[in-house]
């Protein structure tokens, strides 16, 4: 896989995503549905906004993992949220230590919902690339 990242903008780099990436030549790419703060039994949880982060987050990691992928190929990452506003005030150190644990450099977009399933209120998408 050859990788490049476009982010034409000063402000770019202080938000740990990129404007658009580019990849020539992949191995394979892996797009994945929706994760959220399911446990293994398909229940959700009742738990924080930041709570149910860092299970999607294990969620996440584990299906990419599992499907023969690595997390550092994530090249787009879209956060599903019941609130942007607590996303950002509660969540925001959680996902940009996960960001910037794998060296991830996704395109992405953040966007309020009115809802999720149950009692959810955050949900990653991603596409991996290897």
């Known amino acids: 896989m050859k990788k ?25 790419t892996l797009y994945c549905s929706g994760q959220v703060a399911l446990d293994a039994d398909g229940v959700p949880s009742n738990g924080t906004m930041r709570e149910q982060l860092i299970q999607t987050i294990q969620n996440l990691e584990q299906l990419i993992s599992e ?3 690595e997390c550092q190929g994530i090249v787009r990452l879209n956060v599903f949220t019941t609130s942007t506003m607590e996303f950002f ?24 919902v009115k809802g999720l399933f149950a009692t959810l209120t955050v949900e990653l998408e991603a596409t991996v690339v290897k």
Do not use: H, L, R
């Open 4 to 28: 490049q990242t476009f982010d034409p903008w000063a402000w770019g780099p202080s938000t740990n995503s990129v404007q658009a990436v580019e990849i020539k030549q992949p191995e394979g």
């Open 67 to 69: 499907s023969g992928y």
């Open 89 to 112: 005030t509660t969540c925001g150190d959680i996902y940009q230590n996960f960001i910037v644990k794998y060296g991830i450099k996704q395109a992405t977009t953040m966007i309020e």
